[in-house]
């Protein structure tokens, strides 16, 4: 069974950082196909960021050059870096996964999600 569990939310002023965390219990992180994701109040969710299993990674135009996905394999652990934070970057961040090596799009398994709030 793959578990997802984020972590490392909290609020920050505009223009400061936080580094996101997703645990990926029960597989192994070098497997998959993994990806963050986020969904203010009102709005649809976001696709921000995939890194295939060869490490390639895309990003979403919003976030490009800000954010930065990367994943510890043996730790199967999934980071998100997100830096010169903005106030429309609030949302709830979860991370996803899904049982391929290239990601095409199908997230099978999903956390629960760690709230970021950036203030003006």
């Known amino acids: 069974q793959v578990r997802l569990v984020e972590s490392g939310g909290g609020s920050v002023q505009a223009g400061g950082s936080l580094t996101l965390s997703c645990a990926a219990g029960g597989y192994t992180a070098s497997r998959y196909c993994m990806g963050w994701f986020r969904q203010a109040p009102g709005k649809e969710r976001e696709g921000l960021a995939t890194?295939?299993?060869?490490?390639?990674?895309t990003y979403a135009d919003s976030v490009k050059g800000r954010f930065t996905i990367s994943k510890d394999i043996a730790k199967t652990t999934l980071f998100l870096q997100m830096n010169s934070l903005k106030p429309e970057d609030t949302a709830m961040y979860y991370c996803?996964?899904?049982?391929?090596?290239?990601?095409?799009?199908?997230?099978?398994?999903w956390g629960r999600g760690t709230q970021v709030t950036v203030s003006s």
């Open positions: 996803a996964a899904e049982p391929y090596s290239t990601c095409v799009g199908r997230w099978s398994y």
């Open positions: 890194i295939d299993t060869s490490g390639g990674a």
